[in-house]
């Protein structure tokens, strides 16, 4: 319940024993038939860091304690199966069903980190930003066939304390049997966008007007190029649309 992401860390590196625990931990998230299917790349080289930080204009990427890149991996599945085994795998692997499990497990593995970092009095931003340039950080990490950076986590010892965010009403999010009507969503999402305009405008750092709704509004009139990362992802040997 007091979860805030952090986005400014001291100068401590994570030591040996933290980023096992928080890998651990990551492991130990419920995974679809036990396929385990993500891998978790520790970004450490300097230089590497560096040009990602260039590529996203992230800061905290290059600065924090350490940066854990978590990955869909379906490649692993394949390892210890024959030729044959891999044609006959293929329809399955290269499927969006199989995707969407790896995305799933990986993102279940992410949250388990994140918690165990914050049990260990440290802090954690979750960031999508690290695929901007998909393809170069697919070659940073010298990822195979089948194997998809998702996202990356930022984390270490923190050196400012945000705020926590409201979030979205029960109501808006639980419903029992069926789905709420329109009405009812718009008057919830109203009296969010109320609370997240008197956040914004009262916590401590980059006080701003600003509502839920019309950012998100804003940001899916966006025209980002998302036919590259399908084509990305066709080249990775999976046949998603």
Known sequence: M???????????KLSTTQIETIVRAAQMASSSSFMQAYSIVGLT?????H???EITNTPYIEDNGHLFIFCADLQRLTIMGTEQEKLDMKIMLESSAFYQIAVIDAALAA???VLAAESLGLGAVIMGAVNRDIRRLDEMLGLPEY?????????????????VKPRLPLEAVYFENRY?????Q?????AY???MNHYYQARNENNRHAIWSRKHIDMLKMKFPLGDMTEYLRCKGLNVT
């Open 186 to 190: 718009r008057e919830r999402i109203e």
């Open 51 to 53: 040009e990602l930080r």
């Open 111 to 113: 949250q388990n980190a």
């Open 45 to 49: 080289d300097p230089a590497l860091k």
């Open 2 to 12: 007091n979860h805030r992401s952090i986005r400014k860390f001291r100068n401590v």
């Open 147 to 163: 194997v998809v950076p998702l996202f990356a986590i930022a984390i270490g010892v923190p050196d400012q304390e945000p705020e």
């Open 193 to 195: 966008d109320r609370d």
């Open 180 to 184: 709420a009507s329109f009405t009812e």
